[in-house]
């Protein structure tokens, strides 16, 4: 049997304290990007410059280094993007979680991750009646979504609009769509289903779940936590930026 790859390990050390975190071989793009702007110093100076409490800190803008505070942040890019690597269930959005941010479903339907800028997970604890309303209204989205495409319902019928004499063709016409449509949903549920270990991680570590399938995942905290939560916890402005920047002074590849 062919022996697991060795994980990368990062330090990323802020003016909070340090973070450490592990990248995944699975998450391959990701992971080689990272580590080309960790080697670069890339990282060195810039700011986390987005944190929403319980749910997570953002840095990586590359024109967030000596920003001065009036001065909006979130754009600074490298000028490509990297195919999404999405791994669900096997990789979410639990606690200590590190992710790839990216821009919005509407002008980024393939979902492709940001050249620099990432997120750590600090998020909240869900109940089991949390997570059950979360993944019925997955179901039901992911359900209108495919049927709809296919112009069917669950119950295989399509609105009454051909005439009497293309009816048998039609209904031919008619289970097949159906047939796909199931095929595509039965294909794709497990990107809505929530397992029982991400329902044990929500409920006893917390995370943000509502994000899981729509950005990838590539690395998790393995040290450093608690510098995590410190800087989640702190004071910003209406548009989520701190309100005294959090520095990542360097970043660095370390052994375990």
Do not use: W
Not at 24 to 35: A, G, V
Not at 43 to 54: P, Q
Not at 113 to 142: N, P
């Amino acid at each position: 049997m062919k022996a697991q790859e060795k994980e990368t390990l990062v330090l990323i050390e802020t003016s909070m304290g340090k973070i450490k975190v592990k990248l995944y071989n699975d998450t391959p793009l990701h992971r080689d990007n990272f580590l080309k702007l960790v080697k670069d110093g890339t990282y060195d100076g810039l700011l986390f410059h987005r944190i929403i409490k319980l749910f997570m800190i953002q840095g990586g803008d590359v024109t967030s280094k000596d920003a001065p505070m009036d001065k909006p942040l979130g754009e600074g890019e490298l000028g490509y993007t990297l195919p999404a690597e999405i791994r669900i269930p096997k990789y979410f959005h639990k606690k200590g979680a590190l992710c790839a941010a990216r821009t919005s479903d509407d002008v980024n339907p393939d979902k492709e991750s940001s050249s620099c800028q990432f997120y750590i997970v600090s998020g909240k604890f869900y109940t089991d009646h949390e997570i059950d309303k979360m993944e019925a209204e997955r179901i039901e989205k992911l359900r209108n979504s495919i049927f709809g495409k296919y112009g069917v319902t669950e119950n295989d019928t399509l609105k009454a609009y051909a005439r009497p004499a293309e009816k048998t063709a039609y209904a031919i016409e008619r289970d097949s769509l159906a047939r796909k449509a199931m095929a595509e949903y039965e294909a794709r549920f497990q990107e809505i289903h929530i397992t029982p270990e991400q329902r044990e991680a929500y409920k006893i570590e917390g995370g943000a779940p509502h994000l899981d399938g729509n950005y990838t995942v590539f690395g998790e905290v393995i040290d450093g936590i608690k510098t995590v939560e410190k800087i989640s916890m702190v004071a910003t402005n209406e548009n989520d930026r701190p309100l005294q920047n959090i520095k990542i002074k360097t970043m660095k590849i370390v052994a375990k």
